[in-house]
């Protein structure tokens, strides 16, 4: 099973971009799923997450700006992300605790590119 993300693109700043993740496969469900970011010669950083049940967090850098969400029925984790500035450029990845029996665990989806211009 892959994780499978999707809505980078080149924005300009102060526009918008919506980032979806979904598995390859059919779930039990899955549990805290989020997203990172990781910009060139940069740390990779926990932008947000959201439970299974809804609760969220946010990186104080974005709080405000980006919102998480998530539709269980599809097992889909969106991350809208409003009023985008050139910082918020970097390569986002998605991860979910996903229920797959014996394969049950945390996976990734590969990453895809945010840039946005001034």
């Known amino acids: 099973v892959q994780l499978q993300a999707y809505g980078g693109g080149l924005v300009q700043a102060g526009g918008s971009l919506r980032l979806s993740c979904a598995p390859s496969?059919?779930?039990?469900?899955?549990?805290?799923s989020g997203w990172y970011r990781q910009a060139p010669g940069m740390q990779r950083e926990l932008v947000a997450s959201?439970?299974?049940?809804?609760?969220?967090t946010y990186d104080d850098s974005v709080k405000g700006r980006f919102t998480i969400s998530r539709d269980n029925a599809k097992n889909t984790v969106y991350l809208q992300m409003d009023r985008l500035k050139p910082e918020d450029t970097a390569v986002y990845s998605c991860?979910?605790?996903?229920?797959?029996?014996?394969?049950?665990?945390?996976?990734w989806g590969q990453g895809t590119q945010v840039t946005v211009s001034s």
């Open positions: 496969e059919n779930t039990f469900g899955s549990g805290v």
């Open positions: 959201i439970s299974s049940g809804g609760v969220t």
């Open positions: 991860f979910a605790y996903l229920r797959l029996g014996a394969r049950s665990g945390y996976y």
